[in-house]
């Protein structure tokens, strides 16, 4: 088992900034892929970005390349996304997840789900 808590969210205005946290316990952090995820009212949610079990690899949605950066501290057990020039459409829940696999932009690989932390940009 592996658990998962998300931190960090909040309201902010357009063109601000939010960095998102993802503890993690239980099962060797560093043995997961991590992704993040998000959710918005009345749609599906939705691949952000991910890394690699290592952190050699990094992907991104098209809507948040170049603004959004993921990154992983293994000796901390932690995973992070820097959120900057942040747009009213990022408005979401985002959730952290873990995967034993190696497609990281697919939901279906992850088996470990955050809660989940509401991120709210204002126009």
């Known amino acids: 088992q592996v658990q998962l808590v998300e931190s960090g969210g909040g309201l902010v205005q357009a063109g601000g900034s939010l960095r998102l946290s993802c503890a993690a316990s239980g099962r060797t952090f560093s043995a997961y892929g991590m992704g993040w995820f998000r959710q918005a009212p009345g749609k599906e949610r939705e691949f952000v970005a991910a890394i690699s079990w290592n952190g050699g690899l990094t992907y991104y949605a098209d809507s948040v390349k170049g603004r959004f950066t993921i990154s992983r501290d293994s000796a901390k057990n932690t995973l992070s996304l820097q959120m900057n020039s942040l747009k009213p459409e990022d408005t979401a829940k985002y959730y952290c997840?873990?995967?034993?696999?190696?497609?990281?932009?697919?939901?279906?690989?992850?088996?470990?789900w955050g809660q989940g932390t509401q991120v709210t940009v204002s126009s």
């Open positions: 997840a873990a995967s034993p696999g190696s497609i990281l932009t697919m939901q279906t690989t992850y088996n470990y």
